[in-house]
């Protein structure tokens, strides 16, 4: 059984920063392709941003591409996301999740297969 432990999230205010982490246990975090999405109220789980096994491809949503940056660690078992120039629209709950396929990456949030418990980002105007 995979863990992922989100943490970073918090209040600030528009225009501001954040780095999230999460972290995975497990010896196998090297083998999967990671991605970051989020939830706002009464929305639907959107997905922002993944990160391909080794990080040598990553892939955004729109909304988010040019402000915020997927990277990982694998030594660390850790993938993060640092979002800077932060709007009110992001204020949202984030998680990150495991891509369950073989290689690659994808949006699909169905093809994720471990979730962490999520993380609240308030950005406030």
């Known amino acids: 059984q995979v863990q992922l432990v989100e943490s970073g999230g918090g209040l600030v205010q528009a225009g501001g920063s954040l780095r999230l982490s999460c972290a995975a246990s497990?010896?196998?975090?090297?083998?999967?392709?990671m991605g970051w999405f989020r939830q706002a109220p009464g929305k639907e789980r959107e997905f922002v941003a993944s990160?391909?096994?080794?990080?040598?491809?990553?892939y955004y949503a729109d909304s988010v591409k040019g402000r915020f940056t997927i990277s990982r660690d694998n030594a660390k078992n850790t993938v993060y996301l640092q979002m800077n120039s932060l709007k009110p629209e992001d204020t949202a709950v984030y998680y990150c999740?495991?891509?369950?396929?073989?290689?690659?990456?994808?949006?699909?949030?169905?093809?994720?297969?471990?979730w962490g418990q999520g993380t609240q980002v308030t950005v406030s105007s």
């Open positions: 497990g010896r196998t975090f090297s083998m999967y392709a």
């Open positions: 999740a495991r891509y369950a396929g073989a290689t690659g990456a994808s949006p699909r949030s169905s093809l994720y297969d471990f």
């Open positions: 990160i391909s096994r080794t990080g040598g491809n990553t």
